[in-house]
């Protein structure tokens, strides 16, 4: 099924908005003990929501624009160089003196998921409504837009009226619980979104179990009922609930071990994103993407490396 008002066009990049940084990811070796020094490993690597689905349409084969600010120091620098070599278009990536470039630091339990995270995206900022009206050809240019909302507010709306005036979809990604209400006005037109079971629950002013399946497939009908087009609810361990205004399902997780959590969700929106451009059906969009969060939960960093959609269906075993 094609979602629809929308006539894929796969050749065409797609354009990508938001946040970038370096993420600093420890995972403790035995429970949290507060006050001291804990035993774990840690990694680092270049992330940011945006940057991390950036990545992966590339991987992917996807042509894809990156609209980003990153400072003007020595991590912005190798973050521009690394998402580059990744083959993602970065000739609109914002530099600013005015912050450093955005980091992450994410604290990992022993059973691979997370603890607790910080997160400093200030940077982000700097993309301005006047920065994006200077690359109103991109708009023009593009097959889809994504979004996440480390946006600030004045610029997401800027967004949907570009993309609305060069008739392009819209897709969004909450980022946090903390952000997910920068979105809230715009339901009504985002053509897909993909919050976590929390952030679905926040846009949706209601609680409930990701344990119960109705009841998250419920909160994804919530979201189609505001006026989304395709909602996205991932539930960990439990697997992804979908929901258009003609249809709704559920994937299960696939059980394997976590190694890192971080940008399994990145993994799972690319793939959807590149799945429903080149006409794969919405049921098989949604199992390809949930194995992309699969693979990339065994992947000590935010994004596969060698990602591609022959790994995937390789690798579909639901």
């Known amino acids: 099924m094609i979602i629809p008002d929308f006539s894929p066009a796969p050749e065409a990049p797609v354009l990508v908005i938001g946040g970038a940084g370096a993420d600093m990811v420890g995972?403790?070796?035995?429970?949290?003990?507060?006050?001291?020094?804990?035993p774990a490993n840690i990694r680092i690597s270049f992330g940011g929501v945006s940057r991390n689905v950036a990545e992966n349409l590339a991987h992917l084969g996807q042509p894809v624009r990156l609209i980003t600010a990153v400072g003007e120091?020595?991590?912005g620098d190798r973050l521009v160089e690394q998402i580059r070599s990744a083959g993602v278009d970065v000739s609109a990536i914002l530099r600013t003196?005015?912050?450093?470039?955005?980091s992450y630091l994410g604290v990992i339990n022993p059973g691979g998921m997370l603890q607790?995270?910080?997160?400093?995206?200030?940077?982000?900022?700097?993309?301005s409504p006047e920065y994006l009206h200077l690359h109103e050809d991109l708009f023009r240019q593009a097959s889809l837009v994504f979004i996440d909302a480390n946006l600030p507010p004045k610029t997401l709306r800027t967004v949907f009226s570009l993309a609305g005036k060069a008739h392009l979809p819209v897709c969004a990604d909450p980022t946090s619980t903390s952000l997910a209400k920068r979105l809230q006005a715009h339901l009504s037109r985002l053509w897909m979104i993909t919050p976590n079971g929390n952030e679905a629950a926040i846009l949706c002013d209601r609680v409930f179990q990701l344990s119960n399946l109705q009841e998250a497939i419920d909160a994804a009908k919530c979201l189609v009922s505001q006026?989304?087009?395709?909602?996205?609810?991932?539930l960990a361990q439990f697997g992804v609930v979908y929901a258009t205004s003609e249809t709704s399902g559920h994937v299960p997780a696939i059980r394997t071990k976590i190694i890192d959590p971080t940008g399994a969700?990145?993994?799972l929106t690319a793939t959807v994103i590149f799945s429903l451009l080149n006409d794969i059906p919405l049921d098989d969009a949604v199992r390809l993407g949930v194995t992309a969060a699969t693979l990339t939960l065994q992947h000590r960093g935010t994004v596969l490396p060698d990602l591609s959609?022959?790994?995937l269906y390789d690798n579909l075993v639901i």
């Open 309 to 311: 959609l022959e790994m």
């Open 27 to 38: 995972r403790l070796k035995a429970e949290l003990k507060p006050g001291t020094s804990n």
């Open 73 to 75: 120091d020595k991590v």
């Open 116 to 127: 607790f995270a910080l997160d400093d995206i200030n940077a982000a900022g700097a993309i």
């Open 265 to 267: 969700g990145d993994a």
């Open 97 to 102: 003196r005015e912050h450093n470039t955005g």
């Open 227 to 234: 006026g989304v087009s395709l909602a996205l609810v991932s």
